[in-house]
């Protein structure tokens, strides 16, 4: 069963900086834009980052500056590094990968449980 954990939320004060990733694990045979999601309490999921197998990179405009995407190919993980964070920035932040399965024709859309970051003012 192919799945994504995220670890590295938490809780940061304005100003500082934290480190998420994710991990994708199981029968994978090929992952190819991987990224990552958030959403705050009463708003709609949107997109942070995202980045391809070959790392050409996308920004939400809110974080571009602050936030830097990368990816380790040989780990089937991504990476999301947060400098300068905002109060704005709190939410539920999601890890999201198209992989295909070994042994399957098909490329899914996978996500993540979820990490907290929460940034205090």
């Known amino acids: 069963q192919v799945q994504l954990v995220e670890s590295g939320g938490g809780l940061v004060q304005a100003g500082g900086s934290l480190r998420l990733s994710c991990a994708a694990s199981?029968?994978?045979?090929?992952?190819?834009?991987m990224g990552w999601y958030r959403q705050a309490p009463g708003k709609q999921r949107e997109l942070v980052a995202a980045?391809?197998?070959?790392?050409?990179?996308n920004y939400a405009d809110s974080v571009k500056g602050r936030f830097t995407i990368s990816r380790d190919n040989a780990k089937n993980t991504v990476y999301l590094q947060m400098n300068s964070l905002k109060p704005e920035d709190t939410a539920v932040y999601y890890c999201n990968a198209d992989m295909q399965e070994t042994g399957s024709w098909y490329v899914n859309d996978y996500w993540g449980q979820g990490t907290q970051v929460t940034v205090s003012s």
């Open positions: 199981g029968s994978i045979f090929s992952i190819n834009a």
């Open positions: 980045i391809t197998s070959g790392g050409s990179t």
